[in-house]
């Protein structure tokens, strides 16, 4: 399975962008997925998450009420919705498909991880 994360930016504070991750290969849609990002000199942290019917949402607290996380399983894509940019919300964002229907919190429970999309918010 390969993962492609696209849409990131240099968006000024208030602004929203919409990231896009695109699976191929041996991919299933029976699999949670999320969003983590890392700033420099920081861990990757989690942002969202989404199970693999969409029913399920979790988000970060610093993220909550800005951001939505979404799929369409039939194009094999995940979105995150960003609105209301701030500074601290620079980073690279990663999408990752989880080992399971579900998809948690914690990085070890991620099998595939896309490259990474730079979100540039300047004040």
């Known amino acids: 399975v390969q993962l492609q994360a696209s849409g990131g930016g240099l968006v000024q504070t208030g602004a929203s962008l919409r990231l896009s991750c695109t699976a191929s290969?041996?991919?299933?849609?029976?699999?949670?997925m999320g969003w983590f990002r890392q700033a420099p000199g920081k861990e990757r942290e989690f942002v969202a998450a989404i199970s693999w019917r969409g029913a399920n949402t979790d988000y970060a607290d610093a993220v909550k009420g800005r951001f939505t996380i979404s799929r369409d399983t039939a194009k094999n894509t995940l979105y995150l919705q960003m609105n209301s940019l701030k500074p601290e919300d620079t980073a690279v964002y990663y999408c990752a498909t989880s080992l399971t229907s579900t998809a948690g919190r914690a990085r070890n429970t991620y099998r595939y991880w896309g490259k990474g999309t730079q979100v540039t918010v300047s004040s």
């Open positions: 290969g041996r991919t299933s849609s029976n699999n949670g």
